[in-house]
């Protein structure tokens, strides 16, 4: 397994939550999922990971588990309902053959959030040309 055997088991423990703030109010709007300590992994940049996980077919898998867990962690903050979730996301994960949309939504649920919960920032290191299928997968 790529994220055991590259000491990314505990990833848990190692994502933070940024808070974002809504400058009018003073008041938290939503919170940044990051990923901390990468480099304990041997990895130069967090961009080096996605990579490696592209390059070796793990980019899925790599993302969703990072997604379920921030997902996870994120439900159990005391106003979890009202705020939203900003996740980085690699675009290059719908072109992974084991790629199946609905898979947040469904974590979303499971979690008891709704689906606006969720924004998925996505990289612009990658092509991202074909925006329209883009935004039909990511609809759904």
Known sequence: DFCLSRGLGDVY?????????????GHIFGYEALLRRW?????DS?????????????????????????IAKFARLPE?????LFY???SRVVRTPDYQPGR??????KAGLERDTIFLEISER??????????DILTR
């Open 39 to 43: 480099e304990d992994s041997g990895f």
């Open 104 to 109: 947040t939504a469904e974590l979303l649920r």
């Open 88 to 90: 980085n996301f690699d």
């Open 46 to 70: 967090i961009q080096s990971l996605f990579d490696t996980a592209w390059e070796t077919g793990n980019l899925h898998g790599v993302d969703m588990m990072l997604r379920e867990k921030a």
């Open 13 to 25: 423990k190692r994502q933070a939550f940024q808070p974002i703030v809504n400058p009018h109010t």
């Open 80 to 84: 979890a309902r009202r705020l939203k």
């Open 126 to 135: 990658h092509d991202i040309s074909n925006a329209q299928y883009l935004q």
